[in-house]
């Protein structure tokens, strides 16, 4: 008996002194929403009592084993949990409750919630792992935004309908660290998808003020990854692929195709060299095309440096990347390199912290033909009265130098400023943005004013307006006083938990266009848009062991032309010319009327002549009323988890759109005809497994399927076309299989 207690006692000092062994001193930095250190939040170790609070940095200490979890909570922030073992490459930034913050809260852009119609795409949160491109991200996921694929490698996006009467490409504005992509989005081309850490879509001009009227279009701002906390984060992100095209007979023109491989591969390493925080990443994509012949090799680098100096008073951000696409086509092999280097720094006064001097210098170049330098600079005022209130004031002038090869250099001087502003459940938003053109003669000016008001702990009401493109000085013949008008109204909340959340808005945004119509005469049109764009997303099972989650978007939007001149347009079918009137949409088809047999089948060559001068001329052209750009767009997204394997689905859609399909025919050269092309295509369906601790790596493997099928009426070569014109320049998009894996390597602090 005496034996059996002594093993007894002997055993237990034994597991308990293995216990204590197994447990090691762990540390971290929590950050608020803004990125900014934040001080106590309250750490602790799930199922335990052990627990410690961040301090004036947001730095914490703890004693835990690798497979403990970590709970980090603030007051009015979601909990975090996060498995010890996967610290040295978790983000530990914590997100609102709900997105109704006040006083500290509301900084950091965070009105973009409160006051205004936007979007905020984390890419850990939706990311598949199959992401070569940035559209990838934003299919679906935002609404009232529409991207656009085509099969020669260009995206094409239209926000709320688009803002051009005459049909022409009215892109959003890209932003990539603050640097305005103006031009050939060559600061976009050059990014790795790997490297982006957040995509926030800006939709109404109250949103988009504070970049002038280049963002009238709408502005997407892409936030790179930032270095790490940790002495040192490495991981590694890979697949491979097959690329799988159709034998149907609709694609006979490619009868030469061929299936093909494509393989991905990127490392990244983030850490702490002495007291400068840097990160560094490698990429490189190997794409097979279509064709024994066709192939693209893309190799992609960036650099990101951090220091903090004079006691943390002065940030510098130092960040670099670069981008090489090697493509042959028909045994013709061309090059294109893009170059972008952003430096900001923010220096916070001494003795009067609430003042912040920010200067930014940037060059973005293709290495061959066009650059772009661009300074900015900016004196910015906050202040934290009590709980409640919060002020911010920014003032500041930027210059943008664009060279390219085949025009003169083009200098375009700013001067802006904003106004953030909360007053207990109030908040008020004003941005103002003048740009010089051409000289100084004139300019243009863009304003909007927004409000949002809390009406209780989960729910926002928000409503704002602005003007964009009006113009001040000496204005050039031809040149329009007014390019657009805004007005949104919505809401943003869900439930307390944030079981639930969803959002509102609805618009109607007026943009009048004035184009050349001849060498001597400039005519006008308006496009009117009016609709509601409308976001979900449910954690329908939330448990340590099962998880559930759906997000969906849906955007209707009603487009009509206004007041317009007589517009001569010769892309949409084969028509020499159209006329487009009043009342119509942007790229609404003239086309022929066909003459049928009594069977009801097309006659060749036989239309109407419907001005009787008995030959077929843009005289005979009818509006179908039917047009290429759809009245509602949309979305959804699924991810269903158990006790690590998981199942995720991305989809995306459109309905009442119409394409012009140019079928070939043994007695005339082409069929034109108008059919509905609305569409429900699924992106990609991912099965996988997480893991958290596997020897010194967590991460995740995976297969997957992208472009399985698409759910569509339409019978020709593809429903999702830009301009609606489905000829036989259209080329297929592959069905891709895939298996890949994501490491993070778990190296010790």
Avoid at 200 to 224: F, S, W
Wanted: with cysteine; charged share 20%; proline share 3%.
């Amino acid at each position: 008996m005496r034996l059996n207690l002594i093993f007894t006692l002997a055993l237990g000092l034994v597991m308990s002194a293995s216990s204590a062994f197994a447990q090691k001193s762990v540390s971290g930095v929590v950050k608020d929403r803004g990125g900014n250190p934040l001080a106590g939040a309250n750490v602790f170790v799930k199922g335990t009592t052990i627990s410690t609070i961040t301090g004036p940095s947001g730095e914490f200490n703890i004693s835990a084993a690798d497979d403990a979890v970590l709970v980090i909570s603030f007051e009015g922030y979601q909990n975090m949990e996060v498995v010890v073992a996967d610290l040295a490459t978790a983000n530990l930034q914590l997100k609102p409750e709900s997105l109704i913050g006040i006083g500290a809260y509301y900084g950091n852009d965070n009105y973009y919630e409160l006051t205004t119609a936007s979007t905020l795409i984390n890419t850990d949160d939706i990311g598949t792992g199959l992401e070569t491109d940035i559209y990838q991200y934003l299919l679906g996921k935002v609404p009232g935004l529409e991207v656009i694929p085509d099969a020669s490698g260009s995206v094409h996006y239209r926000m709320r309908g688009g803002d051009s009467p005459t049909g022409n490409v009215a892109e959003p504005l890209f932003v990539v660290d603050g640097l305005y992509d103006v031009g050939d989005n060559s600061a976009v081309n050059a990014l790795n998808p790997n490297d982006i850490e957040s995509i926030r879509v800006l939709k109404d001009v109250a949103a988009t003020a504070q970049y002038g009227q280049y963002g009238r279009n709408g502005v997407i701002v892409i936030k790179t990854r930032h270095p790490s906390d940790k002495i040192l984060a490495v991981s590694y992100d890979g697949n491979a692929s097959l690329n799988v095209y159709d034998d149907d007979d609709k694609w006979a023109d490619y009868d030469r195709y061929k299936n093909s491989l494509s393989t991905k591969h990127n490392v990244d390493v983030r850490g702490l060299a002495g007291p400068m925080p840097y990160r560094a990443a490698l990429g490189y994509n190997s794409i097979g095309g279509m064709f024994d012949n066709e192939k693209e090799n893309r190799l992609s680098g960036s650099v990101w440096l951090g220091p903090r100096l004079l006691d943390k008073h002065l940030s510098i951000d130092f960040n670099s990347y670069y981008r090489k696409c090697k493509t042959t086509a028909e045994e013709i092999t061309t090059d294109n390199s893009q170059m972008t280097a952003i430096l900001k720094t923010d220096y916070s006064v001494h003795s009067l912290e609430d003042l912040h001097l920010n200067l930014f210098a940037a060059y973005n170049s293709n290495l061959d033909n066009s650059s772009m330098i661009m300074l900015d600079g900016n004196v910015n005022l906050h202040h934290q009265f009590g709980k409640a209130y919060y002020l911010e004031l920014r003032a500041g002038a930027a210059a943008h130098i664009y060279d390219y090869e085949y025009n003169s250099p083009t200098d375009l001087t700013s001067f802006y400023g904003q106004l953030n502003l909360a007053l207990n459940r109030y908040f008020l938003n004003f941005n103002s943005r003048y740009n010089v053109l051409d000289d100084s003669s004139y300019g243009k000016l863009t304003s909007a004013v927004s409000m949002g008001v809390k009406v209780s702990n989960s729910v926002v009401l928000r409503s704002g307006f602005g003007f964009s493109g009006f113009v001040i000085g000496s204005r050039p013949d031809g040149v329009s006083k007014l390019d657009a008008f805004s007005y949104n109204f919505g809401f943003e909340g869900g439930s307390s938990k944030s079981v639930v959340n969803g959002s509102a808005d609805f618009y109607v945004h007026h943009n009048t266009e004035s184009y050349r119509y001849n060498a001597s005469e400039y005519k006008t049109m308006s496009l009117n848009n009016v609709g509601g764009d409308f976001r979900v997303s449910a954690k329908l099972i939330d448990t340590d062991k099962v998880k559930w989650r759906f997000g969906g978007s849906v955007a209707i939007n009603i487009c009509t032309i206004l007041d317009a001149d007589d517009y001569t347009n010769s892309i949409v079918n084969t028509a020499s010319s159209v006329d487009w009137g009043p009342d119509e949409k942007p790229i609404t088809f003239y086309a022929y009327d066909h003459v049928y047999d009594y069977d009801g089948n097309p006659i060749p060559n036989a239309y109407v002549d419907h001005n009787g001068n008995d030959m077929f001329d843009s005289g005979d052209l009818v509006s179908s009323e039917c047009s290429a750009v759809p009245m509602v767009v949309g979305g959804f997204n699924t991810y269903f988890e158990v006790m690590g394997g998981y199942l995720q689905v991305n989809a995306h859609g459109s309905n009442d759109k119409y394409n012009i399909y140019s079928e070939t025919d043994s007695d005339v050269m082409y069929i034109n005809d108008i059919y509905g092309s609305s569409f429900l295509r699924f992106d990609n369906i991912v099965l996988g497994y997480r893991f958290s601790n596997l020897w010194l790596f967590s991460g995740r493997a995976y297969m997957a399927v992208e472009n399985p099928f698409v759910i569509t009426p339409y019978a020709g070569r593809d429903p999702e076309i830009y301009n609606g014109a489905d000829d036989h320049s259209i080329r297929q998009r592959p069905t891709i299989f895939s298996v890949g894996v994501k490491l993070n390597v778990n190296i010790k602090d």
